[in-house]
């Protein structure tokens, strides 16, 4: 998929929440002064244990049966 046209990106910042579009404003305001800040990465290291608690309740063996069933058809 190609670059977002400006009226693609118009109509997406409308159904932003109003503090969600001066964020916006103010991102695209930085940016353009050269004075927006760069953008953090990250290592894989930083996401351990991310989501851990929506597999709790989760039997890994047979999610991961389910999983291969559903690939075989």
Do not use: C
Request: aromatic share 6%.
């Amino acid at each position: 998929m190609g670059s977002a046209t400006y009226e693609e990106v118009r109509v997406k910042a409308l159904e932003l929440t109003p503090e969600e579009q001066l964020r916006l404003i103010q991102d695209v305001l930085a940016q353009l002064r050269g004075d927006a800040p760069e953008p953090k990465t990250h290592t894989i290291q930083e996401f351990r244990g991310v989501g851990k608690e929506l597999w709790r309740s989760i039997d890994v063996d047979e999610y991961v049966r389910k999983e291969r069933e559903a690939w075989n058809g």
